[in-house]
């Protein structure tokens, strides 16, 4: 298993942008597809976005289309979430994932999570 951190949360007024990290250790991390989940109080866990290994092909949810981009860095073992535009609905934990192999959407499929990472959008 890979292993993760995220790191880059924190409170934003509504407008603003947060970019999020997540460091990957322990197994080659270009053999992983990435993706992003969030999960608001009270509410279950959501996908947000998705990236291949290589960075070629991506993802997002509908919410976050246009307003958030993923990327990664091979070289530095990391994946990023830009967040710009953010609102006051995209307050929420925010976790990164791994999937061994192809790129998914689907929350069994990512077998490695970080700790999450809080971000608050202030309206």
């Known amino acids: 298993q890979v292993q993760l951190v995220e790191s880059g949360g924190g409170l934003v007024q509504a407008g603003g942008s947060l970019r999020l990290s997540c460091a990957a250790s322990?197994?080659?991390?270009?053999?992983?597809?990435m993706g992003w989940f969030r999960q608001a109080p009270g509410k279950e866990r959501e996908w947000v976005a998705s990236?291949?290994?290589?960075?070629?092909?991506?993802y997002y949810a509908d919410s976050v289309k246009g307003r958030f981009t993923i990327s990664r860095d091979n070289a530095e073992n990391t994946v990023y979430l830009q967040m710009d535009r953010l609102k006051p609905e995209d307050t929420a934990v925010y976790y990164c994932?791994?999937?061994?192999?192809?790129?998914?959407?689907?929350?069994?499929?990512?077998?490695?999570w970080g700790q999450g990472t809080q971000v608050t959008v202030s309206s």
């Open positions: 990236i291949s290994w290589n960075g070629g092909i991506k």
């Open positions: 994932a791994a999937s061994f192999g192809g790129i998914t959407f689907t929350e069994g499929d990512f077998r490695s």
């Open positions: 322990g197994r080659t991390f270009s053999n992983y597809a």
